[in-house]
């Protein structure tokens, strides 16, 4: 086959890079730890470190990706592979979000498959 197999293209985001059709499940299997961005202070004050969040893909009025508690949006989800989480979201891949700690406004939670 033609192409790069070690460029400096798109091709970090598929999973194996070697064309043998081992992406899709394995692009998505992300696990990380991140920071809750633009908590909201009405929904992080009742949240407990051990809490499970759902994340979500939100597309109105702009796309992004969103931690809810009991279906209240409690912050965004920053991440460095947030393109590739927002393509599994879009594939209908799931994640949760487990509150890790809590100081003050900064809310550590790791991102990982449902």
């Given at each position: 086959?033609?192409?790069?197999?070690?460029?400096?293209?798109?091709?970090?985001?598929?999973?194996?890079?070697?064309?043998?059709?081992?992406?899709?499940?394995?692009?998505?299997?992300?696990?990380?730890?991140?920071v809750?961005?633009?908590?909201?202070?009405?929904?992080?004050?009742?949240?407990?470190v051990?809490?499970?969040?759902?994340?979500?893909?939100?597309?109105?009025?702009?796309?992004?990706?969103?931690?809810?508690?009991?279906?209240?949006?409690?912050?965004?989800?920053?991440?460095?592979?947030?393109?590739?989480?927002?393509?599994?979201?879009?594939?209908?891949?799931?994640?949760?979000?487990?509150?890790?700690?809590?100081?003050?406004?900064?809310?550590?939670?790791?991102?990982r498959?449902?």
């Open positions: 086959m033609s192409g790069p197999s070690n460029s400096d293209s798109d091709g970090w985001r598929t999973a194996g890079g070697d064309g043998s059709g081992a992406s899709g499940a394995d692009k998505c299997a992300i696990t990380e730890r991140t809750l961005a633009s908590p909201v202070p009405a929904v992080v004050a009742n949240l407990k051990g809490d499970i969040l759902t994340v979500e893909l939100e597309t109105t009025p702009r796309t992004r990706v969103v931690v809810k508690r009991l279906g209240q949006t409690a912050g965004a989800l920053t991440s460095a592979r947030l393109v590739d989480i927002i393509e599994c979201l879009r594939n209908s891949f799931s994640y949760e979000a487990e509150v890790l700690s809590i100081k003050g406004g900064r809310i550590e939670i790791e991102i498959p449902k």
